[in-house]
Nanobody, 122 residues
Framework: QVQLVESGGGLVQPGGSLRLSCEAS????????MGWFRQAPGKSREFVGL???????MYIDSVRGRFTISRDNVKNTVYLDMNLLRPEDTAVYYC????????????????WGQGTQVIVSA
């Protein structure tokens, strides 16, 4: 089972940028499809995007063109670069990974890391 540590969150003004990191351990990182998820206050956790083992990416419509997911298989780390942030991007952001794409797409994980808080506010 993979262990995950997310970092990089913070308070940012609308239109600003942040880079989130997620370091994984305990499993073969390069075998995992890695996903980013977020949970806004009062809402359920939602899928944001994913990156395949070889770097293919997909995003939900609301972040496409503003967010970029990348990975470093040497550092066992996946990144989420967030630009043009909006107040509606405020959430706790989580990462998770699995060799199965459907597991990542639908967030079918038994355990999660602690997440990292992103607040977009003037």
């Amino acid at each position: 089972q993979v262990q995950l540590v997310e970092s990089g969150g913070g308070l940012v003004q609308p239109g600003g940028s942040l880079r989130l990191s997620c370091e994984a351990s305990g499993s073969a990182f390069d075998s995992l499809i890695m996903g980013w998820f977020r949970q806004a206050p009062g809402k359920s956790r939602e899928f944001v995007g994913l990156i395949s083992r070889v770097g293919g990416v997909m995003y939900i419509d609301s972040v496409r063109g503003r967010f970029t997911i990348s990975r470093d298989n040497v550092k066992n780390t996946v990144y989420l670069d967030m630009n043009l942030l909006r107040p509606e991007d405020t959430a706790v952001y989580y990462c998770n990974g699995d060799p199965n794409k459907a597991t990542v797409l639908f967030g079918r994980f038994d355990s999660w890391g602690q997440g990292t808080q992103v607040i977009v506010s003037a």
